[in-house]
């Protein structure tokens, strides 16, 4: 009985491990008909094949990407299925879809949102008063400095520009960032990671608190206080996150991250540190949260997802209206938009107007600039919307024309909690 020799070529993928345990599969079955009689030979082929499954065993659980571009088995682990671990979404502050530098007064409690996905608060208390001011803004790492690795391009200040008066219990001026899902990382050790400096030396203070939502549990909080100084310098903080056996869970539930600058009291569950002054900030980049195996593990290096993948999460939470958005001219002084976003969002988000002028058009037969422009009317889910728009343009486009939107970003939406 003849059989033709079949030859198993392995790729010259580079690694020790697969090249080996393919080149394994360079059998040569031209002579089995005297191998069937021999049955050092049937052992001998046995053992080859007891081989090379081992070998695509380790093959097969090895992790693909170092500097050389080849395949390797052993302790790289940054392409398997660990990957992916930071939680929280624009760590790196790439994104700031608001505005590079936000600054606004809001009351006794303070809210905006600078770089996408995080919050600056100042709130005075349960019984403070008048209008506080707070900023979040982007300040631009020098080219090729070496202080944060990475290269990052921002990192993220919160300053309180002025403030109102203290009073009651609660007051706060903190990072924020929201995590979806209150069963984020629960039951596990968690590590808070970020590099951080200050205007001066001082104590800051960082808690996760897990909110169980609309008609949940009781939020659960963990926090510790540590000291920063004038200069960068990575700070981990370690917290066992609690498990949600038995809790109930309603909508909006999440796990929340805050930072502090300031806060008045433990009635919120975190420790009291700072003072409630102008003149100080506190500058932070590059954060991270992710599970360990223990309490002493340490934080790994921060992670950086493809700008495309870390933008389309981004957009889930936070994203912009479009150029050339197509709609229809209700009147002359009053425009309908339609705009599809480009991942479904969280929820039907709200809807801000960041600029009262813009460029819009009767479609292929007049260009104008809408000035005072408001909005009029928002609807939609989360998925796809319209905006009407009222305003006055420099001309007189024709109720019922096609109509174009001619810049982009007019509007913001935002499906935060």
Same mark, same amino acid.
């Given at each position: 009985?003849?059989?033709?020799?079949?030859?198993?070529?392995?790729?010259?993928?580079?690694?020790?491990?697969?090249?080996?345990?393919?080149?394994?599969?360079?059998?040569?079955?031209?002579?089995?008909?005297?191998?069937?009689?021999?049955?050092?030979?049937?052992?001998k082929?046995?053992?080859?094949?007891?081989?090379?499954?081992? $070998?695509?065993?380790? /093959?097969?659980?090895?992790?693909?990407?170092?500097?050389? $571009?080849?395949?390797?088995?052993?302790?790289?682990?940054?392409?398997?299925?660990?990957?992916?671990?930071?939680?929280?979404?624009?760590?790196?502050?790439?994104?700031?879809?608001? %505005?590079?530098?936000?600054?606004?007064?809001? %009351?006794?409690?303070?809210?905006?949102?600078?770089?996408?996905?995080?919050? %600056?608060?100042?709130?005075?208390?349960?019984?403070?008063?008048?209008?506080?001011?707070?900023?979040?803004?982007?300040?631009?790492?020098?080219?090729?400095?070496?202080?944060?690795?990475?290269?990052?391009?921002?990192?993220?200040?919160?300053?309180?520009?002025?403030?109102?008066?203290?009073?009651?219990?609660?007051g706060?001026?903190?990072?924020?960032?929201?995590?979806?899902?209150?069963?984020?990382?629960?039951?596990?050790?968690?590590?808070?990671?970020?590099?951080?400096?200050?205007?001066?030396?001082?104590?800051?203070?960082?808690?996760?608190?897990?909110?169980?939502?609309?008609?949940?549990?009781?939020?659960?909080?963990?926090?510790?206080?540590?000291?920063?100084?004038?200069?960068?310098?990575r700070?981990?903080?370690?917290?066992?996150?609690?498990?949600?056996?038995?809790?109930?869970?309603g909508?909006?539930?999440?796990?929340?991250?805050?930072?502090?600058?300031?806060?008045?009291?433990?009635?919120?569950?975190?420790?009291p540190?700072?003072?409630?002054?102008?003149?100080?900030?506190?500058?932070?980049?590059?954060?991270q949260?992710?599970?360990?195996?223990?309490?002493?593990?340490? /934080?790994?290096?921060?992670?950086?997802?493809?700008?495309?993948?870390?933008?389309?999460?981004?957009?889930?939470?936070?994203?912009?209206?479009?150029l050339?958005?197509i709609?229809?001219?209700?009147?002359?002084?009053?425009?309908?938009?339609?705009?599809?976003?480009?991942?479904?969002?969280?929820?039907?988000?709200?809807?801000?107007?960041?600029?009262?002028?813009?460029?819009?058009?009767?479609?292929?037969?007049?260009?104008?600039?809408?000035?005072?422009?408001?909005?009029?009317?928002?609807?939609?889910?989360?998925?796809?919307?319209?905006?009407?728009?009222?305003?006055?343009p420099?001309?007189?486009?024709?109720?019922?024309?096609?109509?174009?939107?001619?810049?982009?970003?007019?509007?913001?939406?935002?499906?935060?909690?």
């Amino acid at each position: 009985m003849d059989f033709s020799r079949v030859n198993f070529v392995p790729l010259q993928m580079g690694g020790d491990d697969v090249t080996g345990a393919l080149r394994k599969l360079d059998l040569n079955f031209g002579a089995l008909g005297d191998a069937l009689v021999d049955q050092n030979a049937i052992d001998k082929r046995l053992g080859n094949v007891e081989t090379i499954v081992a $070998g695509l065993g380790q /093959a097969s659980v090895m992790n693909v990407g170092n500097r050389a $571009g080849t395949v390797a088995a052993g302790d790289d682990t940054r392409f398997n299925m660990g990957a992916w671990r930071n939680k929280v979404i624009n760590g790196n502050f790439d994104f700031w879809q608001g %505005g590079l530098n936000v600054t606004a007064p809001g %009351g006794p409690n303070t809210i905006i949102w600078g770089p996408d996905r995080f919050l %600056g608060q100042a709130y005075t208390g349960s019984s403070g008063s008048g209008s506080s001011t707070v900023s979040l803004s982007a300040q631009a790492f020098p080219a090729g400095q070496t202080e944060v690795p990475g290269d990052p391009a921002y990192f993220a200040r919160l300053q309180p520009v002025s403030l109102a008066t203290l009073g009651g219990a609660g007051g706060i001026i903190r990072v924020g960032h929201y995590m979806e899902n209150v069963a984020t990382l629960n039951g596990r050790y968690v590590a808070v990671s970020f590099w951080a400096k200050s205007n001066a030396s001082r104590t800051i203070a960082v808690a996760l608190q897990q909110n169980f939502g609309s008609n949940g549990s009781t939020s659960v909080v963990k926090s510790t206080s540590l000291s920063i100084s004038a200069n960068w310098a990575r700070y981990t903080v370690r917290f066992p996150v609690g498990g949600i056996v038995g809790k109930t869970i309603g909508d909006n539930s999440n796990l929340f991250l805050g930072i502090y600058l300031f806060n008045n009291d433990s009635t919120g569950g975190v420790v009291p540190v700072g003072s409630w002054t102008t003149g100080q900030y506190l500058d932070l980049s590059q954060i991270q949260v992710e599970e360990v195996d223990d309490p002493a593990a340490p /934080a790994t290096p921060f992670e950086r997802r493809p700008m495309s993948v870390e933008e389309a999460l981004v957009r889930r939470y936070t994203t912009t209206s479009k150029l050339y958005m197509i709609g229809r001219w209700g009147s002359a002084t009053n425009v309908r938009f339609y705009n599809q976003y480009e991942v479904p969002m969280r929820r039907t988000p709200d809807c801000i107007l960041q600029s009262t002028t813009f460029g819009c058009e009767m479609a292929q037969v007049a260009a104008y600039t809408m000035s005072n422009a408001s909005i009029a009317q928002y609807s939609g889910d989360n998925r796809q919307c319209f905006i009407d728009f009222s305003g006055s343009p420099n001309g007189t486009p024709s109720g019922g024309a096609m109509a174009q939107m001619n810049s982009s970003g007019v509007v913001l939406f935002r499906a935060e909690f």
